[in-house]
T-cell receptor, first 111, second 114 residues
Framework: QQPVQSPQAVILREGEDAVINCSSS?????VHWYRQKHGEAPVFLMI?????EQKGHEKISASFNEKKQQSSLYLTASQLSYSGTYFC????????????FGKGTHLIIQP | KAGVTQTPRYLIKTRGQQVTLSCSPI?????VSWYQQTPGQGLQFLFE???????NKGNFPGRFSGRQFSNSRSEMNVSTLELGDSALYLC?????????????FGSGTRLTVV
């Protein structure tokens, strides 16, 4: 079952902060976050593993609540380059079923 | 370091035909996964190959198949194409098991079925 992302879309001014949420109905082994710009491939941002380990970019932070099967991506002091669609991908099968992606959050950063 | 290379970038096929898409992963990466991206369904998992073996398969009909070669390059094949197969097909490379690594995606093959 597809994780639910919120909000669906958000418009920010440069320098503002944003939080994108991802919620699953299944117990999760890991949560992945990707950003996709129009006409381009998704780009890996971060992976959060069960047990607390995180791997990803220094300027991106995220949290993973294993009990609630929820993850949040925090974008601080947003830059124009942060614009794009953000996807969370969840792994509930220990890698057995690939990633199940949410429908995405469209983020627009205005100058 | 070269990225993930997918060929061709664009493809137009007629309903009923078959198509083969190719993916060369990052050197040293042994896992290749394939995803279908459409505006309606989003990103959906097709299958994953690791060391020439299909490890996992998503919920797609048997018309969708793939394989991986000893050099980790992968191909996916779609037979008896339907209009609904029109999509962006993305190949994702990772060093190993999904749990511990993120994907590096290729630019994709845009398939249009007419």
């Amino acid at each position: 079952q597809q994780p639910v992302q919120s909000p669906q879309a958000v418009i920010l001014r440069e320098g503002e902060d944003a939080v994108i949420n991802c919620s699953s109905s299944k117990a999760l082994y890991s949560v992945h976050w990707y950003r996709q710009k129009h006409g381009e491939a998704p780009v890996f941002l971060m992976i959060l593993l069960k047990g607390g380990e995180q791997k990803g970019h220094e300027k991106i932070s995220a949290s993973f609540n294993e009990k609630k099967q929820q993850s949040s991506l925090y974008l601080t002091a947003s830059q124009l380059s942060y614009s794009g669609t953000y996807f969370c991908g969840t792994d509930s099968g220990g890698g057995a079923d690939g990633l199940t992606f949410g429908k995405g959050t469209h983020l627009i950063i205005q100058p | 370091k070269a990225g993930v290379t997918q060929t061709p970038r664009y493809l137009i096929k007629t309903r009923g035909q078959q198509v083969t898409l190719s993916c060369s992963p990052i050197s040293g990466h042994r896992s290749v996964s394939w995803y279908q991206q459409t505006p309606g369904q989003g990103l959906q998992f097709l299958f994953e190959y690791f060391s020439e073996t299909q490890r996992n398969k998503g919920n797609f009909p048997g018309r969708f198949s793939g394989r991986q070669f000893s050099n980790s390059r992968s191909e996916m094949n779609v037979s008896t194409l339907e209009l609904g197969d029109s999509a962006l097909y993305l190949c994702a490379s990772s060093p190993g098991a999904l749990l511990g690594y993120g994907y590096t995606f290729g630019s994709g093959t845009r398939l249009t079925v007419v």
